[in-house]
């Protein structure tokens, strides 16, 4: 099974992704971790990823796309990922159906974490401090909060289309999601 779960940067993707992985045996593909990782190895990648970052923009899909292939076209990996934080957009949404069915795979369930700005400002602040991230900052938690409003309608008009897409409040505690999210999980594996 492969599913994609998004919410806005600070939403719990990442805490919630982590749960799904050991509770379903699945593997995280967190877009952000591939790219902090190209920034940490220090390649010219990683720093033309730095720059983009640190202005609070969101690095190209063309990016995105070639990173994610590496895992999509391993076959350790074959319907066993759990997209975190892709995709984005309509084009990566559009580009992620392509590439899986390229190596003969499909999403299950796409999980839509609900939070509002107030939340991920709070969240935001707290996961500073604990993680010591760069790119976590209000100024920029907001502007990439706007940016990832903007373009993440089309994606849920898309999922919605196809039957995928489930809302799940991102608002509640990190079990009452977790649960929320087993259910739904289970409920399609049959």
Do not use: C, H
Request: aromatic content about 6%; cysteine-free; proline content about 2%.
């Amino acid at each position: 099974m492969n599913i994609v779960i998004f919410g806005p940067p600070g939403a719990g993707k990442g805490t919630q992704s982590n749960l799904i992985v050991q509770k379903f045996k699945l593997y995280q593909l967190s877009t952000g971790e591939l790219l902090r990782n190209e920034i940490k190895n220090k390649t010219s990648l990683g720093n033309q990823i730095s720059s983009i970052m640190r202005n609070g923009n969101l690095v190209s899909d063309k990016i995105v796309g070639d990173l994610i292939e590496k895992y999509v076209s391993n076959k350790l990996y074959k319907s066993r990922l759990i997209f975190d934080g892709y995709p984005r957009n309509l084009i990566q949404a559009k580009n992620l159906q392509d590439l899986l069915k390229k190596y003969d795979q499909k999403i299950n369930i796409v999980l839509k974490l609900s939070v509002n700005l107030e939340i991920i400002k709070k969240r935001i602040s707290e996961r500073r401090t604990l993680e010591n991230r760069a790119d976590d900052n209000e100024e920029i938690a907001i502007k990439r909060f706007q940016t990832y409003e903007n373009n993440v309608k089309p994606v849920i008009d898309f999922y919605k289309q196809s039957n995928l897409l489930k809302v799940v409040n991102g608002e509640a505690s990190i079990t009452e999601i977790s649960d929320e999210i087993s259910g739904l999980i289970e409920s399609i594996k049959g």
